[in-house]
RNA sequence: GGAGCGAUCGCCUAGCUGGUCGAGGGCGCCGCACUGGAAAUGCGGUAUACGGGGUCAACUCGUAUCGAGGGUUCGAAUCCCUCUCGCUCCGCCA
């Protein structure tokens, strides 16, 4: 949400903003109703100022003729406050609308072509035979069941078994257990299931309405990240300045309709309607969120560095970055076998763009009125995407796979994953 | 699923025989006094939103806000209705 004050005296910042991010925004309606509503508002005011004193004066006996004027003053101020509800009702709805405009380091551009590569690490590696994909690899060693799956759930859902099974968990463990050990994130683990006023504090509603699963008898959704429970564990709290930043880890499983990805990654374990993910959340100071921003961005890297994994990181630009992000960085990770990188962490910072929606304030120092934070999130990482890259990256030409050294003591020490 | 209780200012709480209640008390916090310094104590202050004025800062004026919405009334935190949420007990279940 952005703030209405600020678009009432800039409103070409907001429309630059959603021109930027190829969006529209309803800038104009939002003036025209504000201007309605302000000239409104003033005339109830003055109505209920008077049916104030008049009513205070005439305590206890008004006399016939004071009945009469202040029934009708009642009159204009309940028919002044409906239409002021309305245009206010209305206000509010166009204001989720505006997409929070990109900040001024963000590269214009319409869609991933124009995403800057800010830096890569290591080497694609190198084989001395063909690297299979790994849904191949998966099928020889008999740890994906995508025909079961299928059978069970539908397209787009994956069942793994065995060590396939035990990698997954592997990782997540791993992953939260570097991200609590060595960079200061508390872990929780949220619930699944979120009211909608969650999603609207994120702003994965009203604008993504669609992406997420939603239960028929109960107004619940499937969370399609962590990033929406664990950023709304705040929401309507005054948080104390001492207590900033807030750092939190989570994993959960995420589900996403994807209506939009008909016939993109129909293959392999890549793109699901469910998935697992370890997903950091950050909730900081105004002052130092962009420099958090590359902090989160690096808690990322490091996991794939740990597990060696060639990647790079992107900075998304305007046209490419979605509506509430105020800067975003996504890094990739190279999967030999596909050939193709493959997107593992996307790291926002959002301002304080979330945290109006969310209404998430900190008290900056004592007696100081509330502010709203910064919040800030990214994955550490999508699982199944991570899995690919390992089973591609460290293929052997008999179909077997190695166990990155940091996984191995989540695997009873294994070393190698064997047809 | 059944029964009951509750929702007031950062937190806890009073008010609920309708006006003097934006709303008392306590805690917390801020300032001042006292002190060598501190504790304790005393005094004062301490909500949010929107709008008007303003050297667009301090500040000041107006209006609203006692879970939400509706009703009764000249006037509602207080009375009535509906809804939401939370808690407790019973049932059921892992």
Redo the contacts with the bound molecule.
């Keep these: 949400m952005i703030p209405?004050?600020e678009l009432?005296d800039h409103p070409e910042r907001f429309r630059e903003g959603a021109r930027r991010k190829r969006e529209e925004a309803p800038v104009d309606e939002i003036l025209e109703v504000d201007a309605g509503a302000?000239r409104l508002?003033?005339e109830?005011?003055?109505a209920?100022?008077e049916?104030?004193?008049?009513?205070?004066a005439?305590?206890?006996a008004?006399s016939p003729e004071q009945?009469e004027r202040?029934?009708s003053l009642?009159a204009r101020i309940?028919e002044g406050e409906?239409r002021l509800?309305e245009l206010e009702a209305r206000l509010q709805e166009l204001l989720l609308y505006v997409p929070n405009p990109p900040h001024e380091s963000v590269p214009d551009g319409d869609d991933e072509r124009s995403n800057v590569t800010v830096r890569t690490w290591g080497e694609p590696p190198r084989f001395g035979f063909e690297p299979l994909p790994h849904h191949e690899l998966g099928d020889r060693l008999g740890i994906f069941d995508f025909e079961r799956a299928a059978k069970i759930s539908g397209a787009r859902f994956a069942v793994l078994r065995g060590e396939g099974a035990r990698l997954q968990r592997a990782l997540i463990s791993w992953m939260l257990d570097v991200a609590t050990r060595e960079h200061g994130y508390t872990e929780v683990l949220p619930p699944y299931l979120v009211r909608p006023e969650c999603m609207v504090g994120t702003a994965n509603l009203p604008d993504k309405e669609g992406m997420a699963y939603q239960l028929r008898d109960d107004?619940l959704y499937l969370v399609p990240t962590a990033e929406v429970p664990v950023t709304n564990l705040y929401r309507e709290e005054?948080l104390d300045a001492a207590r900033l930043p807030i750092c939190h880890v989570a994993y959960t499983a995420c589900f996403r309709r994807e209506a939009g990805a008909a016939g993109k990654d129909t293959r392999g374990y890549v793109r699901l309607h469910q998935f697992d993910k370890v997903e950091m959340v950050r909730f900081v100071v105004p002052e130092s969120s962009l420099d958090e921003l590359e902090t989160l961005t690096g808690h990322a890297e490091h996991l794939l560095r740990r597990l060696g994994l060639h990647h790079r990181v992107l900075l998304m630009c305007s046209g490419d970055m979605g509506f509430a992000q105020w800067k975003k960085y996504d890094v990739e990770v190279w999967a030999p076998g596909m050939r193709r990188w493959l997107e593992v962490s996307s790291c926002s910072a959002f301002g304080d763009f979330q945290a109006r929606r969310a209404n998430i304030r900190y008290r900056p120092a004592?007696?100081e009125?509330?502010r709203f934070l910064h919040t800030l999130n990214g994955s550490g990482l999508a699982v199944p995407r991570v899995l690919d890259a390992i089973l591609e990256a460290r293929q052997r030409e008999d179909g077997s796979v190695d166990v990155p050294e940091p996984l191995r003591p989540y695997m009873g020490g294994l070393e190698r994953i064997t047809p």
């Design positions: 209405l004050a009432r302000r508002r003033s109830v005011e003055a209920q100022a049916r104030r004193r008049a009513s205070a005439s305590r206890g008004p009945r202040l029934n009642r309940q409906a509800a107004d005054i004592p007696g009125r509330p």
